[in-house]
């Protein structure tokens, strides 16, 4: 599975950006698809999921600015992000799990695999 982020770039404080992630296999074979952000000297942290069924979720200092959705025309996760504050800056990445099973002699448990792109650059001036 190989990601790809763009959109990344330099906004002002209050302005737009919208990214996205394309996928080398369907975007609807993932379990999820979900965008982490990392700041410098920072852990990596949730911004939004988009799970099979279309249900989302947001971190709380997102929630009612970004907007993450599907487009299966081209195969893309995008991440609408509105209204940006200086500490939206970070690097972004998209991230995809894969949902396999273990074989019934090892208990036939799911378990996911994470796959990770490489990120792209947000920096929002103040």
């Known amino acids: 599975v190989h990601l790809v982020e763009s959109g990344g770039g330099l906004a002002q404080s209050g302005g737009s950006l919208r990214l996205s992630c394309g996928a080398s296999e369907s975007i609807f074979d993932f379990e999820e698809m979900g965008w982490y952000r990392q700041a410098p000297g920072e852990q990596r942290e949730l911004v939004a999921v988009?799970?099979?069924?279309?249900?989302?979720d947001y971190t709380d200092s997102v929630k009612g600015r970004f907007t993450i959705s599907r487009d299966g025309a081209k195969n893309t996760v995008d991440l609408q992000m509105d209204s940006l504050k200086s500490e939206d800056s970070a690097v972004y990445y998209c991230?995809?799990?894969?949902?396999?099973?273990?074989?019934?002699?090892?208990?036939?448990?799911?378990?996911?695999?994470?796959?990770w792109g490489s990120g792209t650059q947000v920096t929002v001036s103040s």
């Open positions: 991230k995809a799990q894969v949902l396999e099973r273990h074989s019934l002699s090892e208990g036939g448990d799911f378990y996911g695999i994470d796959y």
């Open positions: 988009i799970k099979t069924g279309g249900s989302t």
